[in-house]
C-alpha cells in the first residue's frame, strides 16, 4: 500500500484537497482519498505539485509519428494539407525498401514518451494498420478510430472498403476500432451514408476534424478560399465538390446519428451558435482541442470562452507528431492556460482526463481518483501559488 500525497489532490470525481493524501493498493487501484491530518507523515510519500489522474489523449495519429519535424510550421491549414500528404507520398515512393521499419520506430518512440508524459490512454486515429500490433501489447488503452475520406462521389463505395478491410484487421486482433469519417471537404454525402449505415463498429462511437480553419468554412459558405489550391494541387475537379452557403459544420452534421457519441475535433472555428447546434441535434456530441497543433499549422487558437458552457464534454488530444513538438497532454493544458488564464487547472484536468473516459467508455477504472478505479497517476511539478501552470511545469508518473 502506498500514501501519496502532495500540495493539492485532484482527484476530478470531487473538488481538489488541499494536501490530501491517496492511499493506492500495488496493484495502482485507488483505496482512498483523505485530508492529511488523519495520518502520522512518517508513513506518507510527500510531493510537491498536484496530483491528478492518468491523462487521456482523445485525439492522436501514433501512425504519423515519423513525420516529426518533417513539415513546415504556421502554413495555413491547405498548404499543410498539401505538405503532408505529398510528404508521405515521397517518402513511401522513395525506395526506401526500409520504410515501414521507419514508421514503426517512430510509433515505438512516440508511445513511450506518452508515456512519460502521463498518458494512460489514446484515442487513435488509423489510416493504415502500421500501429495494431503495438497496441495489442500495450500498456496504454486505445481506441482507433478507422478513418474513411475520398474526394469522388461515384467511389465512396470502394474508400469504405478500404476503411472496412483496415477496420476487419483491428478486429481480428480484438482492439476496439470504429469507422469514422475523416473531414467536411473529404467526405461526399455518399461516403458519410456509407460509413452511418455500418453497424459493427466496437463500440460505435464517432470521431470528426471539424472547423479546424477559416479556409474550411469558407470553401462550404462560397467554394472558394484556399481550398481551391488543395483540389488544384491533387488535380481534384471542383465539380465534385458542392458549396452550401453554410459553414462546414452546419452542412454535415443533418448526416450524422443522432445518439451516438460523436467527437467534434479541433473546432478552432467554431462559434457559440456551432456548439448550440451540435449539442441540440446530438447530446453525445464532445468537443475536442488540439491547441498545439492549431498554433502549429496556423498560429491560431479557439475562442474557449464558450467551451466552458460544456464543461463535461470538452476533451484535449495532442494530434500527430506532423503537427506538434511533442505527445503531451500537460503541453496542450499549459498551452490553453497561457492563452486564456480564466480556465482554471482543476478544469483542464477534468478535460484531459473523467470526460475522455465518459467519452469511450473507459469511466469505470480510468478519470477519477476514485476508489475502485486504477487511473493512474501524475504528480505535476512547478504550479504557482494559484496553483495555474507555469512554463516550467512537468509531469512524473507516479503510478
Ligand atoms: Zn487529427
Redesign the pocket.
Known amino acids: 500500500m502506498r500514501k501519496i500525497s502532495a500540495d493539492w489532490i485532484v482527484p476530478v470525481s470531487g473538488a481538489p484537497v488541499p494536501g490530501g493524501v491517496v492511499i493506492v493498493d500495488y496493484d495502482g487501484k485507488i483505496i482512498s482519498v483523505d485530508n492529511r491530518e488523519q495520518f502520522d507523515n512518517a508513513g506518507l510519500e510527500i510531493h510537491t505539485g498536484i496530483i491528478c489522474p492518468g491523462f487521456i489523449n482523445a485525439?492522436c495519429?501514433l501512425e504519423l509519428s515519423y513525420m516529426h519535424s518533417k513539415i513546415p510550421e504556421h502554413v495555413g491549414m491547405a498548404k499543410f494539407i498539401i505538405d503532408l500528404i505529398d510528404y508521405r507520398n515521397g517518402f513511401r515512393l522513395s525506395g526506401e525498401s526500409h520504410y515501414p521499419e521507419i514508421i514503426y520506430d517512430a510509433i515505438r518512440r512516440s508511445e513511450k514518451e506518452m508515456q512519460e508524459n502521463g498518458i494512460v490512454a489514446v484515442g487513435d486515429?488509423s489510416n493504415d494498420t502500421y500501429t495494431f500490433d503495438f497496441k495489442i501489447n500495450s500498456s496504454l488503452k486505445y481506441h482507433t478510430f478507422v478513418e474513411c475520406f475520398g474526394f469522388y462521389p461515384e467511389n465512396a463505395g470502394k474508400y469504405f472498403i478500404q476503411s472496412l478491410n483496415i477496420f476487419q484487421e483491428a478486429r481480428n486482433k480484438n482492439l476496439s476500432a470504429s469507422i469514422t469519417p475523416h473531414a467536411p471537404y473529404s467526405v461526399p454525402p455518399e461516403l458519410f451514408r456509407l460509413i452511418f449505415s455500418f453497424t459493427e463498429n466496437h463500440p460505435p462511437i464517432f470521431s470528426f476534424?471539424s472547423q479546424e480553419s477559416k479556409a474550411e468554412n469558407d470553401f462550404f459558405e462560397t467554394g472558394s478560399g484556399d481550398f481551391t489550391k488543395v483540389f488544384g494541387h491533387f488535380r481534384l475537379p471542383l465539380s465534385i465538390f458542392q458549396s452550401t452557403g453554410k459553414n462546414s459544420l452546419q452542412s454535415v452534421l443533418p448526416f450524422f446519428p443522432e445518439k451516438k457519441k460523436l467527437m467534434l475535433?479541433h473546432n478552432t472555428r467554431s462559434d457559440s451558435s456551432d456548439f448550440e447546434l451540435a449539442a441540440r441535434l446530438n447530446p453525445e456530441t464532445y468537443f475536442c482541442t488540439?491547441p498545439n497543433a492549431n498554433l502549429y499549422i496556423q498560429n491560431s487558437l479557439p475562442d474557449y470562452s464558450h467551451w466552458k458552457n460544456y464543461p463535461d464534454r470538452i476533451c484535449i488530444g495532442t494530434?500527430?507528431l506532423a503537427s506538434n513538438h511533442q505527445l503531451s497532454v500537460l503541453e496542450e493544458m499549459k498551452t490553453i492556460q497561457r492563452h486564456d488564464a480564466s480556465v482554471s487547472t482543476h478544469q483542464l484536468v477534468q478535460w484531459s482526463t473523467l470526460n475522455g473516459a465518459h467519452f469511450f467508455g473507459w469511466d469505470k477504472e480510468l478519470g477519477s481518483i476514485t476508489p475502485g478505479k486504477k487511473p493512474g497517476l501524475n504528480l505535476i511539478t512547478d504550479m504557482d501559488e494559484e496553483m495555474k501552470f507555469t512554463s516550467a511545469s512537468k509531469v512524473v508518473k507516479l503510478i
Open positions: 485525439h495519429h486515429i476534424h475535433v488540439c494530434d500527430s
